[in-house]
């Protein structure tokens, strides 16, 4: 059974950074693509961006291109997502998500397991 748990969300001025960070346990972590979505309130959750399985390869939303990196640590299981710049719209509970592939999709489907999230609240 795999297991992800979110850590580092928190409450931020705009302008300002957080570093997420997803622990994985379980199954092979190392084979797996692997990306964060997020979900504001009363919308639908959303790609936020995604790291194939090696690291060399990562997709970003036109949303978040240029002040959000993701990155993974394969020998910790673990991945990240460096947030800067942020913005009161980036605002939403993020989630972090394993594929059965190791190439990254956009799409919320393409995700056999999930986290509990953790949340971003960017004040104005």
């Known amino acids: 059974q795999v297991q992800l748990v979110e850590s580092g969300g928190g409450l931020v001025q705009a302008g300002g950074s957080l570093r997420l960070s997803c622990a994985v346990s379980?199954?092979?972590?190392?084979?797996?693509?692997m990306a964060w979505f997020r979900q504001a309130p009363g919308k639908e959750r959303e790609f936020v961006g995604g790291i194939n399985w090696s690291g060399g390869d990562t997709k970003y939303a036109d949303s978040v291109k240029g002040r959000f990196t993701i990155s993974r640590d394969n020998p910790k299981k673990s991945m990240y997502l460096q947030m800067n710049s942020l913005k009161p719209e980036d605002t939403a509970v993020y989630y972090c998500?394993?594929?059965?592939?190791?190439?990254?999709?956009?799409?919320?489907?393409?995700?056999?397991?999930w986290g509990q999230g953790t949340q971003v609240t960017v004040s104005s």
């Open positions: 998500a394993t594929a059965v592939v190791t190439f990254v999709m956009v799409t919320a489907n393409g995700y056999i397991s």
């Open positions: 379980g199954r092979t972590f190392d084979r797996a693509a």
